[in-house]
């Protein structure tokens, strides 16, 4: 299930493919994701192909963050249960 849930990860990020091909009616739909920006930025930097845009790279630093606060709250409250659940 995890070796599935990767590759359709590689499909819905632009690793495979750069985030110009995709149509701009679903380009939102591909920025939604936060690891497009970042994956579009070293494809800029390494290759001089892709896009760089400060706006994609403070959404995905946002999203990032707003993720790693709600797992660490979500964290500290099965922490004391957790080894009793598994």
Do not use: C, H
């Not at 930097?45 to 995905?60: K, Q």
């Not at 963050?65 to 598994?86: A, H, P, S, Y």
Request: neutral net charge; glycine residues 4%; proline residues 6%.
């Amino acid at each position: 299930m995890v070796t599935f849930g990767v590759q359709l990860l590689m499909y819905a990020t632009p690793v495979v493919y750069p985030l110009s091909e995709v149509p701009d009616k679903y380009k939102w739909l591909a920025l939604a994701n936060p690891m497009a920006p970042i994956i579009e930025t070293f494809r800029y930097a390494f290759l001089g192909s892709g896009s760089f845009s400060v706006t994609y790279l403070l959404y995905s630093t946002a999203t990032t963050l707003i993720l790693l606060l709600l797992g660490v709250i979500l964290f500290n409250r099965v922490e004391k249960t957790f080894m009793d659940t598994v």
